[in-house]
């Protein structure tokens, strides 16, 4: 049996992304996100927890959802979780996780308007909460993909 490496988060950016190239011009997208939860203590009190997440988009879609990401913006991600190490400036070995999105959209309603908004090819409007969606090679952007009701088999 294989294996899934999957996740999903919906939170909150904590500052604005940040958009890099690498010297081969491949485009990278990060930003980390919050995520809090809500739970009672084991002496009755509420409590809350906040989880810092790295993420990290590559090419055509982080180039695409950049402009549109900016620090509190609410968003859903799917993804997938990466760790990577790296010996620091003392030569201790350090380890860093990364979220890479593969879709990501972006939740509540835009300025001055209400509904949802999918992001496409060059930026059209359909609707008020944006999408963005990775390919598994390319990393293109597009819309959401939606199931229709004849696409299902029964």
């Known amino acids: 049996m294989g294996s899934l490496n999957k996740v999903l988060l919906i939170g909150n950016l904590g500052k604005d992304p940040e958009l890099r190239y690498t010297p081969d011009g491949l485009a990278i997208l990060s930003f980390p996100i919050a995520t809090t939860e809500y739970f009672n203590d084991k002496s009755g009190s509420k409590t809350e927890r906040t989880t810092w997440h790295n993420i990290v988009v590559f090419g055509k879609m982080g180039q695409a959802i950049a402009?549109?990401?900016?620090?509190?913006?609410?968003?859903?991600?799917?993804?997938?979780?990466?760790?990577?190490?790296?010996?620091?400036?003392?030569?201790?070995?350090?380890?860093?996780?990364?979220?890479?999105?593969?879709?990501?959209?972006?939740?509540?309603?835009?300025?001055?308007?209400?509904?949802?908004?999918?992001?496409?090819?060059?930026?059209?409007?359909?609707?008020n909460n944006y999408a963005v969606q990775g390919g598994n090679s390319e990393n293109s952007y597009g819309p959401a993909s939606h199931q229709e009701d004849d696409d299902i088999p029964f």
């Open 67 to 127: 402009n549109y990401l900016t620090k509190g913006k609410q968003v859903f991600i799917e993804g997938r979780i990466r760790t990577s190490s790296y010996d620091d400036k003392d030569g201790i070995k350090r380890y860093k996780t990364d979220i890479v999105a593969v879709n990501i959209v972006l939740l509540g309603a835009k300025s001055g308007g209400s509904g949802t908004e999918v992001i496409e090819n060059e930026n059209r409007a359909e609707n």
